[in-house]
């Protein structure tokens, strides 16, 4: 076996094997798991939300305190004193002050703590159902009439496209399974760059902090190093993505059959899901990757300890920070932005904004293969360059920082170069 696949093999079982990579593996299934089951208990075990009553319409009131719902119960107060006594001994979650005298029906809730979203939200669409109600008493409108009043307005969204002839012809649109597909996949974009980098990082760091890389590279190239312990790291990145592709083609299986499962897939084709969307995402995804686990690998190479990995690492995540955010906002609010244009081209931060655009159908797919092409070529520079300063910045030992080392390791590298020529 070559001196690279064993590299190759020491880095990748060594990782794999760890308690950490088992941990990181499990933990999104515990999650779910608790997910799941709190979900499921929940109805079960939760306590029914009782809410006080005080208002100036005791019918009204009484009225309110008949219908019940799922999320809270009221429970008429003769008075706002009664309601804070009840409150104070922990016999209320809380009490609404309701108004109705006047033209705008006014309701103020008192809580010690939060109700939740939920039940808060359902209170005030309660509020507003009262208040149509009032002013179409006011107005002498019947039900239908408020029923009309109340109707919205039917909107829906069209694909179109114009062939040759100019003619334009009508379409399916997918931006909205598309941009789901492209968050998701965005995101795990970001949690691998950040949970694989400082793992990067630290696996070429901690041999040069053991002043051992001296003894390595006389027996192996210092690409060969550089090559082996990349790659071991990126196959222990794509085993995580596969064990979580293969639980999800096994929980789709399962669940397959479930209604909301069916919605959700309601509608969609092969061409939607295998397209050429897909295809540029996923270029984009494993790019990325490689991309940005070879800015780690060299960062690492630059510390002369394994405790400063940290710090040599921060500069990617914050550029991946910044591709994310973008990505994730302006792709969503505002997909024409000149800023989303631009930087969909820009290598490291386009892995996480094309995606986004190719979602919107922003791009086209000149545009797209474009932008990854730069990235191939920007990959392939930023490769080469790493393994030939790999060399000399590897024995660097300097207390200045990253780009101090950076510096002294390009300096080396010249002197090198001269010597060949000469």
Known sequence: MSKFWIIVRDVYKKNVKSLSFIIMILVPFIVMGIIYIAGSLAGGFSEETKVGLVSDNQALAEQLAQSKTDDYTFKVMK??????????????????????KSEQIHGELYAESSLGTTTELMMGQMLNGLQSSFNASKLNLTTEQLASLSQPANFEKTKVRFDDNGKMITGQDNTAIQSAMSFVITIVLWVIIITYASIIAQ???????????????????????????????????LT????????????????????????????????????????????????????????????GSLVSKPEDTAKAVQPIIYIAMIGYFIGITLGTSDPQNIVIKVSSYIPLISSFIMPIRLASETVTTAGALISVVILIVFGLLLTMFSAKLYKSNVLVYSEGGVLKSLKQSISILKNERKKIVK
Request: aromatic fraction near 12%.
């Open 79 to 100: 008075s706002q004193k009664e309601a804070e006594k009840q409150l104070k001994e922990k016999n209320l979650e809380a009490f609404l002050v309701l108004e109705t």
């Open 203 to 237: 696996e070429i760091a901690s041999e040069k902090g053991t002043r051992i890389m001296e003894v390595i590279l006389s027996s192996t190239k210092a690409q060969t190093h550089f090559y082996g312990k990349l790659t071991g790291v990126i196959l222990v990145a």
């Open 240 to 299: 995580q993505i596969v064990i979580y592709a293969a639980a999800i083609g096994i929980g789709y299986t399962q669940l397959k059959d479930m209604d909301i499962v069916k919605g959700f897939l309601e509608g969609l084709s092969s061409t939607t899901i295998f397209g050429s969307f897909l295809f540029f995402t996923l270029a984009f995804f494993v790019l990325g990757v490689l991309v940005y686990s070879v800015l780690a690998a060299l960062c």
